[in-house]
């Protein structure tokens, strides 16, 4: 089983839609919690990044971590052609300092 | 602040053949990570320098080998390169302790 675990998609939703991403992970120890974007042939960026349980919104954007579920999401409110891309998860202990990664779901957003 | 620098952007090499690649972390920032990603695979972690150490590595083989200086810029280099080898690597910087930012990447092509 893998530590973090991410359906691959692809998703495809029509425009003006909310969408919901999801990761769920094995290692209660992880402290951080983040979102990544990624379009076609180009670097992830970060979209998202919290500590702990909770919710943090930043425009369209909600992320939501349930530490006793062992799942993070990811709310895309009024979704745009542009959202576009592939959304990756990650995860980091306090202790170890490497990343942990989903495999990315792959969004299309369709006009 | 000036973002993540990779270079070269592109690159075509045959078998056999060894590569370098370079990548200038964001000012300030301590610790480049290597990925590697190849297409419908998720980011492979190759390894982790912070202040000139390597602090984390992933299961790749010994033909993959990295350094960083003193000003933090890192280095890394592929040996006997392989058709598999073929990917995306991306190189990202961090403060050492949290979230990572990434790179353009440079996409190499192994003939």
């Known amino acids: 089983q893998k530590e973090v675990e991410q359906d691959p998609g692809p998703l495809s939703v029509p425009e003006g839609a909310i969408v919901s991403l999801n990761c769920t992970y094995s290692?209660?120890?992880?402290?951080?919690f983040m979102w990544y974007r990624q379009y076609s042939r180009k670097g992830p960026e970060l979209l998202m990044y919290?500590?702990s349980s909770g919710n943090k919104e930043d425009g369209r954007f909600t992320a939501q971590v349930d530490k006793s579920s062992k799942y993070i999401s990811l709310f895309i409110r009024d979704s745009q052609p542009s959202d576009s891309a592939t959304y990756l998860c990650a995860m980091l202990l306090d202790s170890n300092y490497q990343l942990i990664w989903g495999a990315g779901t792959k969004l299309i957003i369709k006009p | 602040k000036a973002g993540v620098t990779q270079t070269p952007r592109y690159l075509i090499k045959t078998r056999g053949q060894q590569v370098t690649l370079s990548c200038s972390p964001i000012?300030?920032?301590?610790?480049v990570s290597w990925y590697q990603q190849t297409p419908g695979q998720g980011l492979q972690f190759l390894f982790e320098y912070f202040s000139e150490t390597q602090r984390n590595k992933g299961n790749f083989p010994g033909r993959f080998s990295g350094r960083q200086f003193s000003n933090s810029r890192s280095e890394m280099n592929v040996s006997t390169l392989e058709l598999g080898d073929s990917a995306l690597y991306l190189c990202?910087?961090?403060?050492?302790?949290?979230?990572?930012?990434f790179g353009p990447g440079t996409r190499l092509t192994v003939l």
């Open positions: 919290t500590y």
């Open positions: 990202a910087s961090s403060t050492g302790t949290d979230t990572q930012y």
């Open positions: 290692n209660s120890a992880f402290q951080y």
């Open positions: 000012s300030g920032h301590r610790s």
